[in-house]
């Protein structure tokens, strides 16, 4: 059945990491296990090898990917597969979100009152794993993983996640509250923050600390700091403040074209000072801090913007 987007549905993941997909048909053989109502990321990378994951660019098979209880909406039924807009990741695309398709056994509808508790949990290891209340292991999840907060206590914070109830180790998470201004973080945490995943393999469409694609390393390490950023480099290249070149700071992104410069841009990274650069490159390769000079990256360095304001006050 169709849905108009006047009457369209919300959902929220109900997997670790969901891969939003280009068409249903965008997923291969090897992709199948990244489909399932249990889908685990780690088990998707040990079954890809480094062309199968350039394929997901070079095809154009993959969009983006969302979070354990991250919410989208629902345009359109389609077979197995949901027709979505995710509103937390603005993109040219849709001016509603990011579009794409997520399988619908990764989606589930939950209840408004109880998702929007004014407390959160979030993660801030590389990853977590949410327990149930056997101390049994449900499901590993990222970095940047929000869900609302049942009870707190002093060794587990007790949570809703989209089927139930489970409990992560205090030590992982930090509690904070959803509807208070948060202290906004400086250049310098951004990088800090970033350094912490110097070589994680990058992982074409990735939103999730088991492989970030360049632009959304940059999304992610500005959203640890309630910046809200766009989801593609083309668009984070469009906003913020626009830097000259040479007046860069710690924390800005760098844009990078083709052509020199001259062309459409592909690549966005951090400027780490001293002339270097903290980004995730490309498929095969891993989160790198590099020399800029000498680099083609030197050549092709055509735009730089900063998102983060040395204020506390909202951007």
């Not at 480094?50 to 389609?78: A, H, M, P």
């Not at 869900?147 to 587990?156: A, M, Q, S, Y």
């Not at 180790?169 to 948060?182: G, I, L, M, P, R």
């Not at 492989?211 to 984070?236: L, V, W």
Request: net charge negative; aromatic share 12%.
């Amino acid at each position: 059945m169709t849905h108009t987007k006047e009457n369209n549905e919300k959902r929220v993941v109900r997997v670790p990491v969901a891969t939003l997909w280009t068409a249903p048909d965008s997923p291969r053989e090897v992709d199948q296990t990244s489909l399932t109502a249990s889908a685990s990321m780690s088990d998707w990378l040990k079954v890809l090898d480094d062309d199968q994951k350039r394929e997901l660019c070079d095809e154009n098979l993959v969009q983006s990917q969302l979070l354990l209880g991250e919410e989208v909406w629902v345009d359109e039924w389609i077979g197995d597969w949901a027709k979505v807009v995710v509103p937390s990741q603005s993109s040219k695309k849709d001016k509603r979100g990011y579009p794409g398709y997520i399988p619908i056994s990764q989606l589930v509808k939950t209840n408004e009152a109880d998702w929007n508790s004014n407390e959160q949990a979030v993660v801030h290891k590389k990853q977590a794993w949410l327990y149930n209340g056997a101390e049994e292991p449900l499901m590993e999840v990222s970095y940047l993983t929000f869900l609302p907060v049942i009870e707190e206590k002093d060794t587990f914070v007790k949570v809703l996640y989209p089927d139930g109830v489970g409990y992560f180790a205090s030590e992982d998470v930090a509690v904070q509250t959803k509807h208070e201004t948060k202290a906004k973080g400086s250049g310098e945490d951004l990088i800090r923050s970033g350094e912490a995943f110097v070589g994680l393999p990058y992982f074409w469409g990735g939103m999730s600390a088991f492989g970030y694609d360049c632009s959304g390393f940059a999304y992610n390490m500005h959203k640890a700091f309630h910046y809200e950023i766009p989801r593609d480099a083309t668009d984070q290249a469009k906003s913020g403040t626009n830097v000259a070149l040479d007046d860069l700071q710690v924390g800005d992104l760098l844009f990078f074209a083709y052509e020199e410069g001259q062309g459409r841009i592909h690549h966005v990274g951090f400027y780490y000072g001293e002339n270097k650069m903290l980004h995730s490159p490309n498929v095969g390769k891993s989160i790198e801090i590099i020399d800029l000079e000498g680099t083609v990256y030197e050549k092709e360095l055509c735009v730089a913007r900063r998102y983060w304001s040395e204020t506390e006050e909202p951007s």
